[in-house]
C-alpha cells in the first residue's frame, strides 16, 4: 500500500507548457490510492477561514526506461484553494505540465539512462472553506443540463448510474422532492446514513456498495454520484487529501460535486458535509481517475508530508446565500516552466491577467526553447497598494532575480519603476543581465526612473517600454533576447514599439543637473528611504498651489486649506471610492457623537479628545472591516490624521451653531469635492513621477501661490453671484 504523511493544500495558479519530446508508448498503469475511512465530522461554519501549509511531496521510481514519463495529477486553482509558492527538484527529469480542464497534469520524463530516480516538490498553500447554499429550483429545472455538463450524466465502468437498480433507488428517493435542494439532501442522506463506512478492501463500483449497503469512502462518493447522474443531476467525483493530522499517515479522501444552478455544489457523504468543505481538504483531480500513471513494469512510490504554517493575510468573507465564498484574493500568484538545464532565465513580475491562450503559448514557447520561465503576478489594487505587493512579491524572491537572465517587470502605468528599485534597496547587482520595464508612463519619467535603476542595479542594460503592450509582443522580444541575444530595442521594432534604452552611453548624455538628481534619489534608495514616500512629500506642495487656484479664482469655501489637502493626499493611498466611504463614515459618524456630547457640555479639548477617541476605534473597525473582506484600502485607513478628521468634525458642529445646518453641510460637501479634484488632477496627470524627475517644477508652484497671493478681483462664482445686479445696472441706463 502507498504510503502518506499527510495532505497537500493545492499547487500551482496558472496553466504551463507541454514537454517538447514525446516520449515512447509505454504500456502504462494507474495508482489508485487507497482512501481514508472514518472521517471527522465538524459542524459548519458560519464564515469561511483560510489555513496555510507547507507540503512536500515524494515521488520515488524505479525500473523506468529512458524517455519514459511518470504522470501525476496535481491539484488546480478555485474557490477553495490557492498555491502561493513552488519549488520542483527533479535531477534526471524533464518536467511539464499539461492542462486538461478540469484536471492539471504534471508529466515527469526520464532522460537519463539510470532507471531509478526520486522527484521532490515543496509548495506552500492556502486552503480556505468553501460554502455553498444549495439553490432552491424547481425539480422540473435540472432537465436543462448545459453542454458542457452533459458529459457528467454518461455512466462509467465504477460509476453504473443507468443500471435499473441505481435508477429505481434513485426514482423512491427523490419521489417527494419539490426542489433542488430537496433532492440533494435526499440522496446525500441516504448515502451518509443508509450505507456503512468500512475500510477498503478493492476497487468498489456503486452498484455493489448499494447491494452490499457499505462501503469506502470512495465507493460511496461513487454510489452518490450515480445516484445524481440517474436523478438527471451531472456529478462527478472529486480525489483529494485531508490536512488535519499532520503525524499520521494518509490515504486519499473523496467526494462528490453536483452541478445544480450553474454552480458544482460539493457532497461529502462520509465526512458529513452537505454544500460545503472545510479548509483541511485539498482536491487533487476531478473525475474518477488514477492518481499515478507509470509505464508497466515500473515502480513508484510516494508520500505527502505536510507542516501547518502561520502566515498574515485577511480571512475570507461570510457567506452569500446562492453564491460561492471564494478565499482572499492571493498577494502572489506564480507559473513557473521548470527546465532542468535552461539555456536562459526569465523573471517576470506583472500586475496584469494574461489571458489563458497567451499564457499556455508562453510557456509552451519556454519550454521549446528551453527558457526557464517564472511569471508572478499580484492582485487588481490601488496604484499605491499595486506598488506595495510588487515591492514585496521582489523583495520575497531576491535570489530568483539574481538568477535571471532577463527580468522583466510589467505594470498598467509607472508602478513597475518603482517595484524594481526595491533591488536598490537590497544592494542588488544584476551584472550583464537585462531588465525590461514595461507600462503607461511619460517617456522624460521613464528615463529619470529607468536611470536610476541603471545605477542602483548596475545591469547590463534597462530597457523602458513607455506604451501600452500585448502579452505575445513582449515575449516576442524576451525570447529573442534571452535565446538570440537580439538587442531590445531591435526587437522591439518589429512590433512597433519605441523602447527607451538606458545604459553608459545615454547616461553620460544627460545634463548635469539631471545626474546629480538622479545620484540624489539613488543615495535614497540606497539608505533605504523609499522614493514613495518622497513623492509624498514633494506631490504636498502642488495640492496645496491647486487648492488656492480653486479657493481664489474659482471661490470655493472649505474648512481652511489643509483639510482638502490631507484629504486628497490620503486619497492617493486608498483609491477615491473607498477614500469617500472612510470619509463619510468617519465624519458622519464623528458629528453623530459630537452632536450627542453638546448636552454634555464639555469644554472644547475635552470634546476633541473623545472625537478623536472615536475616530480612532472607527478606524480600527474599518481596518477589521477590510481584513475580514479581503478589502485592501481599508487597511490603509489610519494614513487618516486622526486630528484633523476631529478638527473637520469639530469645525462642522461650529458651522452649524453659527451658520446653520445647511451652511455646515456646504462647507463639508465642498472640502470633499475639492480633495476629489486635487486627487484626480494628481492621479491622472502622473504628477508624483513628475516631480520626481523634475523637482524643480516645485518652483512653479510658488510662482503660483505668490501671483494669486496678490489677487484682489473677484471670483468666479462671485462673477456668477453679482452677474443679475449688473444686468438690472444696465436697464438704469
Same mark, same amino acid.
Given at each position: 500500500?502507498?504510503?502518506?504523511?499527510?495532505?497537500?493544500?493545492?499547487?500551482?495558479?496558472?496553466?504551463?507548457?507541454?514537454?517538447?519530446?514525446?516520449?515512447?508508448?509505454?504500456?502504462?498503469?494507474?495508482?489508485?490510492?487507497?482512501?481514508?475511512?472514518?472521517?471527522?465530522?465538524?459542524?459548519?461554519?458560519?464564515?469561511?477561514?483560510?489555513?496555510?501549509?507547507?507540503?512536500?511531496?515524494?515521488?520515488?521510481?524505479?525500473?523506468?526506461?529512458?524517455?519514459?514519463?511518470?504522470?501525476?495529477?496535481?491539484?488546480?486553482?478555485?474557490?477553495?484553494?490557492?498555491?502561493?509558492?513552488?519549488?520542483?527538484?527533479?535531477?534526471?527529469?524533464?518536467?511539464?505540465?499539461?492542462?486538461?480542464?478540469?484536471?492539471?497534469?504534471?508529466?515527469?520524463?526520464?532522460?537519463?539512462?539510470?532507471?531509478?530516480?526520486?522527484?521532490?516538490?515543496?509548495?506552500?498553500?492556502?486552503?480556505?472553506?468553501?460554502?455553498?447554499?444549495?439553490?432552491?429550483?424547481?425539480?422540473?429545472?435540472?432537465?436543462?443540463?448545459?453542454?458542457?455538463?452533459?458529459?457528467?450524466?454518461?455512466?462509467?465502468?465504477?460509476?453504473?448510474?443507468?443500471?435499473?437498480?441505481?435508477?429505481?433507488?434513485?426514482?423512491?428517493?427523490?419521489?417527494?422532492?419539490?426542489?433542488?435542494?430537496?433532492?440533494?439532501?435526499?440522496?446525500?442522506?441516504?448515502?451518509?446514513?443508509?450505507?456503512?463506512?468500512?475500510?477498503?478492501?478493492?476497487?468498489?463500483?456503486?452498484?455493489?456498495?448499494?447491494?452490499?449497503?457499505?462501503?469506502?469512502?470512495?465507493?460511496?462518493?461513487?454510489?452518490?454520484?450515480?445516484?445524481?447522474?440517474?436523478?438527471?443531476?451531472?456529478?462527478?467525483?472529486?480525489?483529494?487529501?485531508?490536512?488535519?493530522?499532520?503525524?499520521?499517515?494518509?490515504?486519499?479522501?473523496?467526494?462528490?460535486?453536483?452541478?445544480?444552478?450553474?454552480?458544482?455544489?460539493?457532497?461529502?457523504?462520509?465526512?458529513?458535509?452537505?454544500?460545503?468543505?472545510?479548509?483541511?481538504?485539498?482536491?487533487?483531480?476531478?473525475?474518477?481517475?488514477?492518481?499515478?500513471?507509470?509505464?508497466?513494469?515500473?515502480?513508484?512510490?510516494?508520500?505527502?508530508?505536510?507542516?501547518?504554517?502561520?502566515?498574515?493575510?485577511?480571512?475570507?468573507?461570510?457567506?452569500?446565500?446562492?453564491?460561492?465564498?471564494?478565499?482572499?484574493?492571493?498577494?502572489?500568484?506564480?507559473?513557473?516552466?521548470?527546465?532542468?538545464?535552461?539555456?536562459?532565465?526569465?523573471?517576470?513580475?506583472?500586475?496584469?491577467?494574461?489571458?489563458?491562450?497567451?499564457?499556455?503559448?508562453?510557456?509552451?514557447?519556454?519550454?521549446?526553447?528551453?527558457?526557464?520561465?517564472?511569471?508572478?503576478?499580484?492582485?487588481?489594487?490601488?496604484?499605491?497598494?499595486?506598488?506595495?505587493?510588487?515591492?514585496?512579491?521582489?523583495?520575497?524572491?531576491?535570489?530568483?532575480?539574481?538568477?535571471?537572465?532577463?527580468?522583466?517587470?510589467?505594470?498598467?502605468?509607472?508602478?513597475?519603476?518603482?517595484?524594481?528599485?526595491?533591488?536598490?534597496?537590497?544592494?542588488?547587482?544584476?551584472?550583464?543581465?537585462?531588465?525590461?520595464?514595461?507600462?503607461?508612463?511619460?517617456?522624460?519619467?521613464?528615463?529619470?526612473?529607468?536611470?536610476?535603476?541603471?545605477?542602483?542595479?548596475?545591469?547590463?542594460?534597462?530597457?523602458?517600454?513607455?506604451?501600452?503592450?500585448?502579452?505575445?509582443?513582449?515575449?516576442?522580444?524576451?525570447?529573442?533576447?534571452?535565446?538570440?541575444?537580439?538587442?531590445?530595442?531591435?526587437?522591439?521594432?518589429?512590433?512597433?514599439?519605441?523602447?527607451?534604452?538606458?545604459?553608459?552611453?545615454?547616461?553620460?548624455?544627460?545634463?548635469?543637473?539631471?545626474?546629480?538628481?538622479?545620484?540624489?534619489?539613488?543615495?535614497?534608495?540606497?539608505?533605504?528611504?523609499?522614493?514613495?514616500?518622497?513623492?509624498?512629500?514633494?506631490?504636498?506642495?502642488?495640492?496645496?498651489?491647486?487648492?488656492?487656484?480653486?479657493?481664489?479664482?474659482?471661490?470655493?469655501?472649505?474648512?481652511?486649506?489643509?483639510?482638502?489637502?490631507?484629504?486628497? @493626499?490620503?486619497?492617493?493611498?486608498? $483609491?477615491?471610492?473607498? &477614500? #469617500?466611504? %472612510?470619509?463619510? /463614515?468617519?465624519? !458622519?459618524? =464623528?458629528? +453623530?457623537?459630537?452632536?450627542?456630547?453638546?448636552?454634555?457640555?464639555?469644554?472644547?479639548?475635552?470634546?476633541?479628545?473623545? @472625537?478623536?477617541?472615536?475616530?480612532? $476605534?472607527?478606524?480600527? &473597525? #474599518?481596518? %477589521?472591516?477590510? /481584513?475580514?473582506? !479581503?478589502? =485592501?484600502? +481599508?487597511?490603509?485607513?489610519?494614513?487618516?490624521?486622526?486630528?484633523?478628521?476631529?478638527?473637520?468634525?469639530?469645525?462642522?458642529?461650529?458651522?452649524?451653531?453659527?451658520?446653520?445646518?445647511?451652511?455646515?453641510?456646504?462647507?463639508? /460637501?465642498?472640502?470633499?469635492?475639492?480633495?476629489?479634484?486635487?486627487?484626480?488632477?494628481?492621479?491622472?496627470?502622473?504628477?508624483?513621477?513628475?516631480?520626481?524627475?523634475?523637482?524643480?517644477?516645485?518652483?512653479?508652484?510658488?510662482?503660483?501661490?505668490?501671483?494669486?497671493?496678490?489677487?484682489?478681483?473677484?471670483?468666479?462664482?462671485?462673477?456668477?453671484?453679482?452677474?443679475?445686479?449688473?444686468?438690472?445696472?444696465?436697464?438704469?441706463?
Amino acid at each position: 500500500m502507498r504510503t502518506f504523511l499527510m495532505a497537500l493544500p493545492w499547487l500551482l495558479l496558472g496553466s504551463a507548457a507541454l514537454a517538447t519530446t514525446t516520449p515512447t508508448p509505454l504500456p502504462t498503469t494507474g495508482v489508485y490510492p487507497t482512501t481514508q475511512d472514518h472521517l471527522p465530522q465538524r459542524e459548519r461554519p458560519i464564515s469561511a477561514t483560510t489555513t496555510y501549509w507547507h507540503v512536500k511531496f515524494l515521488l520515488r521510481a524505479s525500473n523506468l526506461p529512458s524517455g519514459s514519463a511518470v504522470r501525476v495529477l496535481l491539484p488546480v486553482s478555485d474557490a477553495h484553494q490557492e498555491a502561493q509558492q513552488r519549488t520542483v527538484r527533479a535531477p534526471g527529469f524533464r518536467f511539464a505540465e499539461e492542462p486538461a480542464t478540469p484536471n492539471l497534469t504534471g508529466i515527469w520524463i526520464r532522460n537519463h539512462e539510470e532507471r531509478q530516480g526520486e522527484i521532490e516538490a515543496e509548495y506552500e498553500f492556502a486552503v480556505s472553506d468553501r460554502i455553498y447554499n444549495p439553490p432552491s429550483d424547481p425539480v422540473g429545472r435540472l432537465s436543462s443540463v448545459q453542454d458542457a455538463t452533459r458529459r457528467y450524466l454518461e455512466p462509467s465502468a465504477l460509476i453504473q448510474s443507468r443500471e435499473a437498480a441505481i435508477r429505481q433507488r434513485a426514482r423512491d428517493l427523490i419521489a417527494g422532492a419539490q426542489t433542488s435542494d430537496q433532492l440533494l439532501w435526499n440522496l446525500f442522506q441516504f448515502v451518509a446514513t443508509a450505507i456503512r463506512t468500512v475500510p477498503a478492501a478493492t476497487r468498489e463500483d456503486a452498484l455493489t456498495v448499494l447491494q452490499r449497503e457499505r462501503g469506502s469512502v470512495t465507493g460511496k462518493a461513487r454510489l452518490l454520484a450515480a445516484l445524481l447522474q440517474a436523478s438527471g443531476v451531472p456529478a462527478r467525483v472529486v480525489g483529494g487529501l485531508s490536512l488535519d493530522d499532520a503525524t499520521k499517515k494518509r490515504a486519499t479522501i473523496a467526494w462528490v460535486e453536483a452541478h445544480v444552478g450553474g454552480t458544482w455544489i460539493p457532497l461529502d457523504p462520509s465526512g458529513g458535509h452537505f454544500g460545503w468543505l472545510p479548509n483541511r481538504y485539498l482536491a487533487l483531480y476531478r473525475g474518477d481517475l488514477p492518481l499515478i500513471v507509470h509505464p508497466a513494469g515500473a515502480s513508484v512510490d510516494y508520500e505527502f508530508l505536510v507542516r501547518r504554517i502561520r502566515k498574515e493575510g485577511a480571512e475570507p468573507s461570510a457567506p452569500a446565500r446562492g453564491r460561492i465564498v471564494a478565499p482572499p484574493q492571493p498577494l502572489a500568484r506564480m507559473a513557473s516552466a521548470y527546465v532542468e538545464q535552461p539555456l536562459a532565465t526569465v523573471v517576470v513580475f506583472t500586475d496584469q491577467n494574461i489571458p489563458r491562450a497567451a499564457s499556455e503559448r508562453i510557456f509552451r514557447e519556454a519550454n521549446e526553447a528551453q527558457i526557464d520561465l517564472v511569471m508572478l503576478s499580484v492582485p487588481e489594487a490601488p496604484r499605491y497598494f499595486r506598488q506595495q505587493y510588487l515591492q514585496r512579491l521582489i523583495a520575497n524572491n531576491l535570489p530568483l532575480v539574481q538568477s535571471a537572465h532577463v527580468l522583466l517587470v510589467h505594470t498598467r502605468d509607472d508602478a513597475g519603476l518603482y517595484a524594481g528599485l526595491v533591488l536598490g534597496e537590497a544592494n542588488i547587482k544584476l551584472g550583464d543581465s537585462r531588465v525590461i520595464i514595461a507600462g503607461q508612463f511619460p517617456k522624460v519619467v521613464g528615463t529619470t526612473l529607468g536611470s536610476v535603476l541603471f545605477q542602483l542595479l548596475d545591469a547590463g542594460e534597462v530597457a523602458l517600454i513607455p506604451q501600452p503592450t500585448t502579452w505575445p509582443a513582449l515575449w516576442a522580444l524576451v525570447r529573442a533576447n534571452a535565446i538570440d541575444g537580439t538587442p531590445i530595442d531591435e526587437a522591439a521594432r518589429k512590433w512597433g514599439l519605441k523602447p527607451v534604452i538606458v545604459d553608459v552611453l545615454s547616461y553620460e548624455r544627460l545634463g548635469a543637473y539631471r545626474k546629480r538628481v538622479i545620484g540624489a534619489w539613488a543615495r535614497a534608495v540606497t539608505a533605504q528611504v523609499p522614493l514613495q514616500a518622497l513623492t509624498f512629500i514633494l506631490v504636498l506642495p502642488v495640492i496645496a498651489a491647486l487648492v488656492v487656484v480653486i479657493r481664489v479664482l474659482v471661490g470655493v469655501e472649505t474648512f481652511g486649506i489643509f483639510a482638502p489637502v490631507i484629504v486628497s @493626499l490620503a486619497f492617493l493611498t486608498t $483609491g477615491l471610492k473607498w &477614500g #469617500l466611504v %472612510i470619509f463619510v /463614515a468617519i465624519v !458622519g459618524t =464623528g458629528i +453623530l457623537v459630537r452632536a450627542a456630547l453638546q448636552r454634555v457640555r464639555l469644554q472644547l479639548v475635552s470634546r476633541l479628545a473623545i @472625537l478623536i477617541t472615536v475616530v480612532a $476605534g472607527i478606524m480600527a &473597525g #474599518l481596518a %477589521i472591516l477590510g /481584513a475580514s473582506f !479581503g478589502i =485592501g484600502a +481599508l487597511l490603509n485607513v489610519s494614513i487618516f490624521p486622526m486630528v484633523i478628521m476631529s478638527n473637520m468634525i469639530e469645525n462642522f458642529a461650529s458651522s452649524r451653531a453659527q451658520f446653520g445646518t445647511r451652511e455646515a453641510v456646504r462647507l463639508t /460637501a465642498n472640502t470633499l469635492l475639492l480633495a476629489s479634484l486635487c486627487y484626480l488632477t494628481v492621479e491622472w496627470g502622473g504628477l508624483q513621477s513628475l516631480l520626481l524627475s523634475f523637482p524643480e517644477l516645485l518652483l512653479g508652484a510658488i510662482v503660483i501661490d505668490v501671483a494669486l497671493g496678490k489677487w484682489r478681483g473677484l471670483r468666479a462664482l462671485e462673477y456668477k453671484r453679482f452677474w443679475p445686479l449688473t444686468s438690472e445696472r444696465q436697464l438704469w441706463r
